[in-house]
């Protein structure tokens, strides 16, 4: 496979996952605001901290002066001005599958490339000025028509393992925001007058998490939320879930047990990643402080991401060491100029 097509692969599953994020995200605040009523939740600290979760805060204030939630439900859907709004990011999937048109499925190809018709369309056109819920929730489902067909069509080859890191990188990142925007909330229980058990509520439904979470503790107990999303390896969308998924598609990629010095960087840096996912205390994690916590694994996960982009896309610049053959291809196109369009992407 051409490190192009890797990048490409793994890039468009990255917004079509960021697309659905943020989809989500908008509905869950949407039902929060309803439900908030008698807690007092103050829209502009819950819209800000919205912002905050996407990294789009200094992009919106560039436009707009004040925290209006019509004005961020809007930037953060349709703004032209923003290239992470659920627009931008599926144009910019699309514009990937275009570039691999002949290594992705017609059906993966027909579901991309429909959602982005459908923005267009007369009846997308109208639902998107009114920035009803249906819109969203008609994101969400061609992002979860994206995810099946990929999943039923992509053969479990490179093409599938490139997807998987693109999917779960962006899944975890984006796990680990939205749980920070919870982050400085008490973790105190009701009757405590610092209780917000609305927005802990509205974290699991950001991550789809409402009814797993459900099954495994009645109560909205912060502590057990937080682990759960961080650090339980059955539920999809956590952090260790989706970091070992890394570490097993990265060890697909490279094909055979590579230990000690021989072992890849991105291999080696997912590794130690779910490593200590896999041994961490709720309550260490705690004390130590959850924001102070997140900040360190997002960094992480970004370094994994620039390793993965370094060892699969720069090969012949950088030649590392233990990368298969299969990554190595014409590399003339690769200049310098890709490295930092890939920093700006993640």
């Not at 200590?276 to 994994?304: C, N, P, S």
Request: with cysteine.
């Amino acid at each position: 496979m051409l490190s192009r097509v890797a990048d490409s692969i793994y890039w468009m599953a990255r917004y079509m996952e960021r697309a659905e994020n943020t989809a989500r995200l908008l509905v869950s605040t949407r039902d929060l605001l309803l439900d908030a009523g008698s807690e007092g939740t103050s829209q502009e600290r819950l819209w800000g901290a919205i912002l905050s979760a996407t990294g789009d805060e200094e992009g919106y204030f560039a436009l707009y002066r004040r925290i209006k939630g019509r004005d961020v439900a809007s930037y953060l859907t349709l703004s032209r001005e923003n290239p992470n709004s659920i627009v931008g990011n599926v144009q910019a999937a699309r514009e990937n599958a275009r570039t691999v048109r002949d290594q992705i499925s017609d059906e993966l190809w027909e579901c991309i490339n429909g959602l982005k018709i459908w923005f267009e369309s007369v009846a997308g056109r109208a639902e998107s000025r009114n920035q009803t819920v249906a819109f969203h929730e008609r994101v969400l489902l061609g992002c979860y028509h994206f995810q099946g067909v990929a999943a039923s069509t992509t053969p479990r080859g490179e093409s599938w393992h490139f997807l998987r890191l693109g999917t779960c990188l962006e899944r975890a990142d984006q796990t680990s925001r939205l749980l920070d925007t919870c982050s400085g909330l008490s973790r105190e229980m009701p009757p405590h007058p610092d209780a917000q058990p609305l927005r802990w509520a509205a974290l699991l439904r950001s991550c789809s998490a409402w009814h797993a979470f459900q099954t495994r503790s009645s109560k909205l107990d912060p502590c057990k939320i937080a682990e759960y999303l961080l650090l339980d390896e059955t539920f999809p969308r956590s952090v260790a879930y989706c970091v070992r998924e890394v570490k097993s598609a990265l060890r697909s990629l490279y094909g055979h047990e590579i230990r000690g010095a021989a072992m890849p960087d991105p291999v080696r840096r997912a590794g130690r990643l779910h490593a200590d996912l896999a041994y961490a205390e709720i309550g260490e994690i705690l004390e130590r402080g959850l924001h102070d916590y997140i900040d360190d694994l997002q960094t992480r996960m970004i370094r994994i991401g620039d390793s993965i982009f370094r060892a699969f896309v720069l090969y012949a610049d950088l030649t590392p060491v233990g990368v298969p053959e299969m990554i190595a291809g014409p590399l003339s196109n690769v200049s310098g100029g890709d490295f930092a369009e890939h920093q700006s992407q993640q």
